[in-house]
């Protein structure tokens, strides 16, 4: 079946630090990847995607490039700010499946 | 642009008491999901419904638990006894194709 792990946390971080949360996944087929963003209080806001390999999803500076020959999706930011304080969930998604979460990494910027 | 708005953002109720959770879906969109977040756990998927029926449920989604459609906006979950353990934050989502959207969340606290 499909599975998601991503690295524990949480993960501190001084402002304008260098970020990575590392992914890996287990999938049949060609899934779609996916890094989703909680911030303190609120819902699952989708952050960036990548559907196919080698394709490089990004977004408000973050980055992450669907690896299948690591089956990797690191999320990767180069200088993150106090308001990139959240939990962050990696997930897979196959044709006709359930989206599938990693265990989520809480992150906090300190100024 | 279009969201999926879910209410209320917060229920408190008593230990063997129903609840029914709603979400307003984006109006095009055919999947639609619940899922939940037991705090500081991650995101569980608990059903999946398409064309008026449940497409998928887990392990979670017991005798306890449906879902309806009941007016071709509304989609709601009920627990019919809740538990303690049922606190969480319950998640709907939809989608037509990737990505799924997410509302804000309910959440749950059962006394």
């Known amino acids: 079946g499909n599975s998601v792990t991503q690295m524990e946390g949480p993960v501190t971080l001084s402002e304008e630090a260098f970020l990575t949360i590392n992914c890996t996944y287990t999938a049949t087929g060609y899934p779609s990847l996916f890094w989703y963003v909680q911030y303190p209080g609120e819902g699952l806001q989708l952050l960036l995607k990548?559907?196919?390999?080698?394709d490089k999803g990004s977004n408000k500076g973050f980055e992450a490039t669907y690896r299948k020959e690591t089956t990797s999706f690191h999320l990767e930011k180069g200088s993150v700010q106090v308001s990139d304080s959240a939990v962050y969930f990696c997930a897979l998604w196959n044709s006709g499946s359930r989206l599938t979460f990693g265990e989520g990494t809480q992150l906090t910027v300190n100024p | 642009e279009p969201e999926v708005t879910q209410t209320p953002s917060h229920q408190v109720t008593q230990m063997g008491q129903e609840v029914i959770l709603r979400c307003v879906p984006i109006s095009n969109h055919l999947y639609f999901y619940w899922y939940r977040q037991i705090l500081g756990q991650k995101v569980e998927f608990l059903v999946s419904?398409?064309?008026?029926?449940?497409?998928?449920k887990s392990e979670i989604f017991d005798d306890q638990f449906s879902v309806e459609r009941p007016d071709g906006s509304n989609f709601t979950l009920k627990i019919r006894s809740t538990k303690l353990e049922d606190s969480a934050m319950y998640f709907c989502?939809?989608?037509?194709?990737?990505?799924?959207?997410f509302g804000n969340g309910t959440r749950l606290t059962v006394t």
């Open positions: 419904f398409y064309n008026n029926e449940i497409s998928e």
């Open positions: 989502a939809s989608q037509t194709n990737s990505p799924l959207h």
């Open positions: 990548a559907t196919k390999a080698d």
